[in-house]
């Protein structure tokens, strides 16, 4: 099935690009999935290559308090009594053609899950693509003082592999699913390979999260192999951390939790990562718990 709700704007030329998807929604938390995707649409000055129409794929008018429909419907902009904007929601991808590399920035569709799917796969097949990533973040508990959990989950056993050398944590999941899922149902029908890449993040942090965003790019340009300096973004972590730190200063409940997160993240990355060294130490006489 090809969708007739796929636009192809562009042929730039490809060989066997890897593709990489960023949603707004169900994991999108500190805005990991589509702030990495519009930093590096930026910083490869990547340009649009195609778009896929919204229409049939989201629900607008949700009954309900007008708080809860507000979330679903259309953006507009009003001045003077003038309507300057009517927004619904943008799926467009976009390309870089030195890193080889095809980046979507959409939002999550409400219905017709199959035939999104089917306009995300059309352009694989254009392409020549084979290779899908997914970048993604969830809630957790994790301090924002230290780096997050990594998660992967793959496609295809044969792939694997390749993610372990990252010391990445496989997925262990049972619940509601998303669009990512469905995709990975349907990749290998299709001939393709994927991967998601998402990181576990402070749960107690509100909006934009440009460490975190920081630290899931620098693992994907690793694996991808894509040569981008990550300097700039790094200062404005560390920055928003700063800023974080002044705030949590303030509340001594809230610094008292993030202190016990802290020990339990520590504790964690201890036995898994440094387990021989913990080992000798204890043979030394020397206990950390």
């Given at each position: 099935m090809r969708s007739g709700k796929l636009k192809i704007l562009a042929r730039p030329k490809l060989d066997s690009p890897r593709v990489l998807l960023g949603f707004s929604g169900w994991m999108d938390g500190g805005d990991v999935s589509?702030?990495?995707?519009k930093w590096l649409i930026d910083k490869l000055g990547a340009e649009?290559?195609?778009e896929i129409n919204p229409e049939g794929f989201y629900i607008y008018n949700l009954p309900g308090s007008m708080e809860i429909s507000a979330l679903f419907r259309p953006h507009t902009k009003?001045?003077?009594?003038?309507?300057?904007s009517y927004q619904t929601p943008e799926n467009v991808f976009f390309c870089n053609e030195e890193n080889n590399l095809i980046m979507?920035?959409?939002k999550e569709?409400?219905?017709?899950?199959?035939?999104?799917?089917?306009?995300?796969?059309?352009?694989c097949e254009q392409f020549g693509a084979r290779e899908i990533y997914f970048i993604g973040s969830v809630a957790g508990l994790v301090p924002h003082t230290r780096g997050p959990r990594m998660f992967c989950s793959v496609s295809d056993a044969n792939i694997k592999a390749g993610f372990e050398k990252y010391q990445v944590k496989f997925t262990q999941y049972e619940g509601p699913s998303s669009i990512i899922t469905y995709l990975f149902t349907q990749a290998g029908e299709k001939g393709l390979s994927m991967a998601s890449?998402?990181?576990e993040i402070p749960a107690y942090v509100q909006g934009y999260n440009p460490k975190c965003i920081e630290t899931v790019l620098?693992?994907?340009?690793?694996?991808?192999?894509?040569q981008v300096h990550l300097d700039e973004l790094?200062?404005?972590?560390?920055?928003?951390?700063?800023?974080?730190?002044?705030?949590?200063?303030k509340q001594p409940e809230l610094a008292g939790s993030i202190q016990k997160l802290e020990e339990d993240y520590d504790n964690e990355i201890f036995d898994s990562e440094m387990g021989d060294l913990k080992k000798w130490l204890e043979q030394q006489g020397i206990r950390l718990d």
């Amino acid at each position: 099935m090809r969708s007739g709700k796929l636009k192809i704007l562009a042929r730039p030329k490809l060989d066997s690009p890897r593709v990489l998807l960023g949603f707004s929604g169900w994991m999108d938390g500190g805005d990991v999935s589509t702030g990495s995707i519009k930093w590096l649409i930026d910083k490869l000055g990547a340009e649009k290559i195609a778009e896929i129409n919204p229409e049939g794929f989201y629900i607008y008018n949700l009954p309900g308090s007008m708080e809860i429909s507000a979330l679903f419907r259309p953006h507009t902009k009003i001045k003077a009594g003038f309507i300057k904007s009517y927004q619904t929601p943008e799926n467009v991808f976009f390309c870089n053609e030195e890193n080889n590399l095809i980046m979507f920035l959409g939002k999550e569709p409400n219905l017709a899950w199959q035939e999104f799917a089917e306009c995300i796969f059309s352009v694989c097949e254009q392409f020549g693509a084979r290779e899908i990533y997914f970048i993604g973040s969830v809630a957790g508990l994790v301090p924002h003082t230290r780096g997050p959990r990594m998660f992967c989950s793959v496609s295809d056993a044969n792939i694997k592999a390749g993610f372990e050398k990252y010391q990445v944590k496989f997925t262990q999941y049972e619940g509601p699913s998303s669009i990512i899922t469905y995709l990975f149902t349907q990749a290998g029908e299709k001939g393709l390979s994927m991967a998601s890449l998402v990181a576990e993040i402070p749960a107690y942090v509100q909006g934009y999260n440009p460490k975190c965003i920081e630290t899931v790019l620098r693992w994907v340009c690793s694996i991808l192999g894509l040569q981008v300096h990550l300097d700039e973004l790094r200062s404005v972590g560390d920055e928003f951390e700063k800023r974080l730190a002044e705030v949590v200063e303030k509340q001594p409940e809230l610094a008292g939790s993030i202190q016990k997160l802290e020990e339990d993240y520590d504790n964690e990355i201890f036995d898994s990562e440094m387990g021989d060294l913990k080992k000798w130490l204890e043979q030394q006489g020397i206990r950390l718990d």
